[in-house]
């Protein structure tokens, strides 16, 4: 028995969400006193009045914005509209027709978690009917300096009301909310609600990582369409799923009883009004699905959904209720048993999802006498923080400079150096260190408009290296700044008079500073190379230009000649490397050092980090401080390096926060040598293999897996030609402080073009890494990386060298197989981990693995897919964020047809059965398809079902499919997406469970 539920919102009327609004008025009547709104920050954008206001419904105060926000527009609603706005805040709103980004800053804590909410209520302000005329009507948000969604208006009613949420955490003690230009359409924006959380609340929400809404649902009989405030103190929205589903199968339960969180958990404090109902079906049902697919806007490829499920059973019985839950095929919980009068708040520890089809399953269980049952349901969208935000004394300094002159520029908003693309007009800012926040190197006011004294902010800015004030209206002295970097300061063509500081002459005589005051009252009482004019200063600065390196040579070559003499008479055998430098550089942006230049960095190459058939590692440090490795290819290995200067200016091309960065090269006849930064915590190999005193963490190791593996996704599909790295292997991944892994050794890669689909030259792989596919056809291509990260990934998880005695040589994947065989997946992980790793991507991470080192390329993934099935497995890692002119997530209306995309099914408890002398299964949907996708025939597929169920001695069984929760026979091995696979004959097929009835 099967029966399918769609919704409809045919009976969710304005009459019906103005009746609920009422409610919701009254009941916050009653209880007004006993709720706290402390921290709330309510702003009604495009208010004028400067006076602030109660809403009618909320009670809640609404500020006006003006001191919120810089520029924008105030507009009313249209006339026509307006007896339909069902909040006081939704009848103005204030536009943005002018800069790309243009932000509201909101008073915060730092370090405290938020929910901050932006309504947008178009209402034909403009009098263009943008959301019906057909056109595409979208723009983006950003949280802080992080993309957070998109609005989607295209199509929709005018009245309607589109809410977006995120729960964040404030950098500082202010958040920014930006509104981004498209250009398709202009940014708007009717309010904005700011709402404290409590430390201890969605515990996986961090500096890093936020969450944006996607669904919250309340279950069992309700009134209100929307639930929020004085219900709930944190002011979430809540919506009523009866409004949807309240007939036969669906049972709605209610108790007077009290429900209470377990003791300690106030991870997210569901109000109790709403634990206290809930949604069950009838007895003869066993399973319903929860689809909270969003219409054809969603982004499935770069969806990372976060399921909270909150249950209470609240029969009055003593009920048996077990079930599973799923998300889409994987199975989340097992067996689950809901506590009486107590709130189980069920996640997996943070962790994101790849469910592109967006769909919750709670399956009853055998053991069960009852179907299963819910109060409410939370799902998040993953918001990655990954930008920095500009250097916080900067940003200071800079509202400060912005606030004295009063400047008005319309792109001076939000933070002034990130993200890059939408930084401060008129700033340059240093982005060189990746994991630094940008600082500011470079102001150029020219031309503004500047009227008044200097202010002292611009020289208390650390980094600041150049400074142009130059044709403004600037009067007064020249304050005795105390100059920290900056070494051109242009001021010419203003008001300036009186003396200049000591500290700034002194500076400029010394050559430490390019001072330029032209065009000053002061320059008729002074004359000096500062004031003379432009002419003049052009051929001061050739002359200077010319005769300071002439100096310099002549410096070096005396130097050089005199070092040479020294080395002589120290050691006759010593060589002079200089006289075999080469004459002709390459032309690319990265450093050429010379030998002796090596010398001084590594200090005489004294300290030797790595050895390999090139030659030695030193560890050396720039005159900067910086610490670089320096890859030096001796004379015995020149020989066999005719393609190093051709490597060198592909790599000096190649930028990825994984692949290690090279700083320079030496082109030199008796050495060449490349310089790259410098790894504080080794390779990988050193790592896995070190002693007990340290061990990564199962997580740490996904981590590093995922990092190596974008590495490689660069190189493969992001570089032009292709790029394939020939030896990768754990020795060859490097990490950072931070323990981010970057991959290293490019020396030997090779390009290659789309036209060609592999390459003919010699091996370039280690023992054990190598591509077996490599001895038979000599050619080598992506998927001879994919191999080779196949074998990483197994050292990350076992531990074990590629090859090893045990206790005779054995390749490492055949042992995994070997022990998956004989026993349980546990037995092939390292033991240093003492069992600390989640079973299911211990499982997964396995299963890609083997994927990875297959004997036939064609069956085995690219780059591209193990990176998308690396993140299923991480808490707080996801894809590239959704791009600017990408379609957003998800687009919901206040009082219009939401509720029409909330799909459930539920399938009964006659089901079919399949038998070979006992039940083998119960309740499968199977499609069965060989290895390269292609459908088996019914005979075919008949005999692979019924070995699969003997091939174990049992039932068929693997976590994540639906089917029995029985161990998986040892023969089947599971894979990703819910499916199995038979590793022996006479079933060679892969069983994929939802599409087709057996």
Partial sequence: MAISFGCSASTTTKLTWILALLLILVTMIQVHGQSSTSGYVNIDCGFTNSSPYNDTLTGLVFLPDLEFVDGGASNNISAALMADAVYENQKVLRSFSHGSRNCYTLPSAAGKKFLLRAMFTYGNYDGLNRTTDGSLFLFGLHIGVNFWEAVNLTNTD????????????????????????????????????????????????????SISYFRRIRFGQSTEFITRYPLDPYDRFWEGWSFSYNAYPWIALNTSNQVR??????????????????????????????????????????????????????????????????????????????????????????????????????????????PPLINAFEVYSLVRMDNLTTDSDDVIYMKEVKKHYNLARINWNGDPCSPREYSW?????????????????????????????????????????????????????????????????????????????????????????????????ICSKVKDTYCSNKKKKTTSTVLIAVIVP????????????????????????????????????????????????????????????????????????????????????????????????????????????????????????????????????????????????????????????????????????????????????????????????????????????????????????????????????????????????????????????????????????????????????RDVVDKKLLDQYDASSLQGAVDLALNCVENAAIDRPTMTEVVSRLKTWLPAVSSDKQSASGTPRRKYSLNTEMPKQFQLMISGN??????????????????????????????????????????GGGLVGVRGTGMASSRPPRAVSRIGGGALQCAVAPCPATVVVGTTRI
């Avoid at 955490?169 to 398709?184: E, K, R």
């Avoid at 592109?356 to 053991?367: G, V």
């Fill in 261 to 370: 969180p377990l003791p300690g958990d106030k991870a997210f404090q569901v109000p109790e009004g709403i634990l206290r109902r809930a949604s069950t079906l009838d007895a003869n049902f066993s399973f319903f699905e929860i689809n909270v697919t969003v219409g054809p806007n969603l982004d499935t490829k770069n969806l990372q959904l976060l399921p909270i499920f909150h249950f209470a059973e609240i029969n009055s019985s003593n009920p048996s209720r077990r079930f599973d839950i799923y998300s889409d095929n994987d199975l989340l919980f097992s067996d689950f048993s809901p506590s009486r009068f107590q709130v189980d708040s069920m996640h997996q520890n943070g962790r994101f999802l790849n469910n592109p089809a967006a769909i919750f399953r709670l399956n009853r269980t055998r053991r069960s006498r009852l």
């Fill in 425 to 521: 007009e008129g700033l340059t800012c240093d982005y060189s260190k990746s994991n630094q926040n940008p600082m500011i190197v470079a102001v150029n006011l020219s031309t503004s408009g500047l009227k008044g004294g200097l202010v002292i902010s611009f020289m208390n800015m650390v980094s600041l290296e150049n400074l142009d004030l130059s044709h403004n209206n600037l009067t007064g002295a020249i304050p005795d700044y105390q100059i920290k970097s900056l070494k051109v300061l242009d001021l010419s063509y203003n008001q300036l008079d009186g003396p200049i500081p000591d500290s700034i002459l002194q500076r400029s005589q010394a050559g430490l500073l390019d001072l330029r005051l032209e065009g000053n009252p």
């Fill in 550 to 825: 002439v100096v310099l040579v002549s410096l070096l070559v005396v130097m050089g000649i005199l070092w040479k003499f020294y080395w002589k008479g120290k050691s006759g055998d010593d060589e002079d490397y200089a006289m075999y430098e080469e004459e002709t550089p390459l032309h690319i942006d990265i450093r050429r050092f010379t030998y002796a230049e090596l010398k001084v960095i590594t200090n005489n190459f004294q300290s030797i980090i790595g050895k390999g058939g090139f030659g030695m590692v030193y560890h050396g440090t720039l005159e900067n401080g910086d610490e670089v490795a320096v890859k030096v290819l001796m004379e015995t290995s020149i020989a066999e390096s005719t393609d190093f200067l051709p490597e060198v200016q592909t790599l000096s091309k190649v930028h990825h926060k994984n692949l290690v960065t090279l700083q320079g090269y030496c082109q030199n006849k008796k050495c060449l040598a490349l310089v790259y930064d410098f790894m504080p915590r080794g390779n990988l190999q050193q790592l896995l293999k070190g002693g007990d005193d340290y061990s990564l963490t199962w997580e740490q190791r996904l981590y590093i897996a995922l990092d190596a593996a974008q590495g490689l996704e660069y190189l493969h599909e992001s570089c032009t030609p292709s790029i394939v790295h020939r030896d990768v292997k754990t020795p060859n991944i490097l990490l950072d402080k931070n323990f981010v892994g970057v991959i290293s050794d490019f020396g030997l890669s090779r390009a290659f073009n789309d036209a060609h689909t592999h390459i003919s030259t010699v091996a370039a792989g280690t023992l054990g890494y190598l591509d077996p596919e490599y001895h038979a056809t000599f050619q080598l291509t992506v998927k001879t990386d994919v191999y080779s990260f196949g074998i990483v990934l197994l050292e990350i998880i076992t531990g074990q060298s590629p090859v090893f005695m045990d206790p005779q040589t054995v390749h490492l994947p055949n042992w995994v197989r070997q022990k998956i065989a004989k026993g349980s997946i």
């Fill in 910 to 951: 006659h089901k079919p059965q399949l038998r070979k002398g006992r039940n083998a299964k119960h309740g499968t949907y199977l499609t069965l398809v060989d290895r390269r996708g292609q459908l088996l025939d019914w005979a075919s597929a008949l005999q692979c079902i019924l070995h699969l169920r003997d091939c």
């Fill in 158 to 209: 005018p009245s309607s009301t589109i809410w977006k949420e995120v729960l964040t955490v404030a950098p500082a003690n202010n958040l920014s909310v930006c509104l981004i230009n498209f250009g398709t359409g202009t940014p708007f924006v009717s309010s904005l609600e700011l709402r404290p959380l409590e430390d201890l609340m969605y515990p996986f929400v961090n500096t890093s990582v």
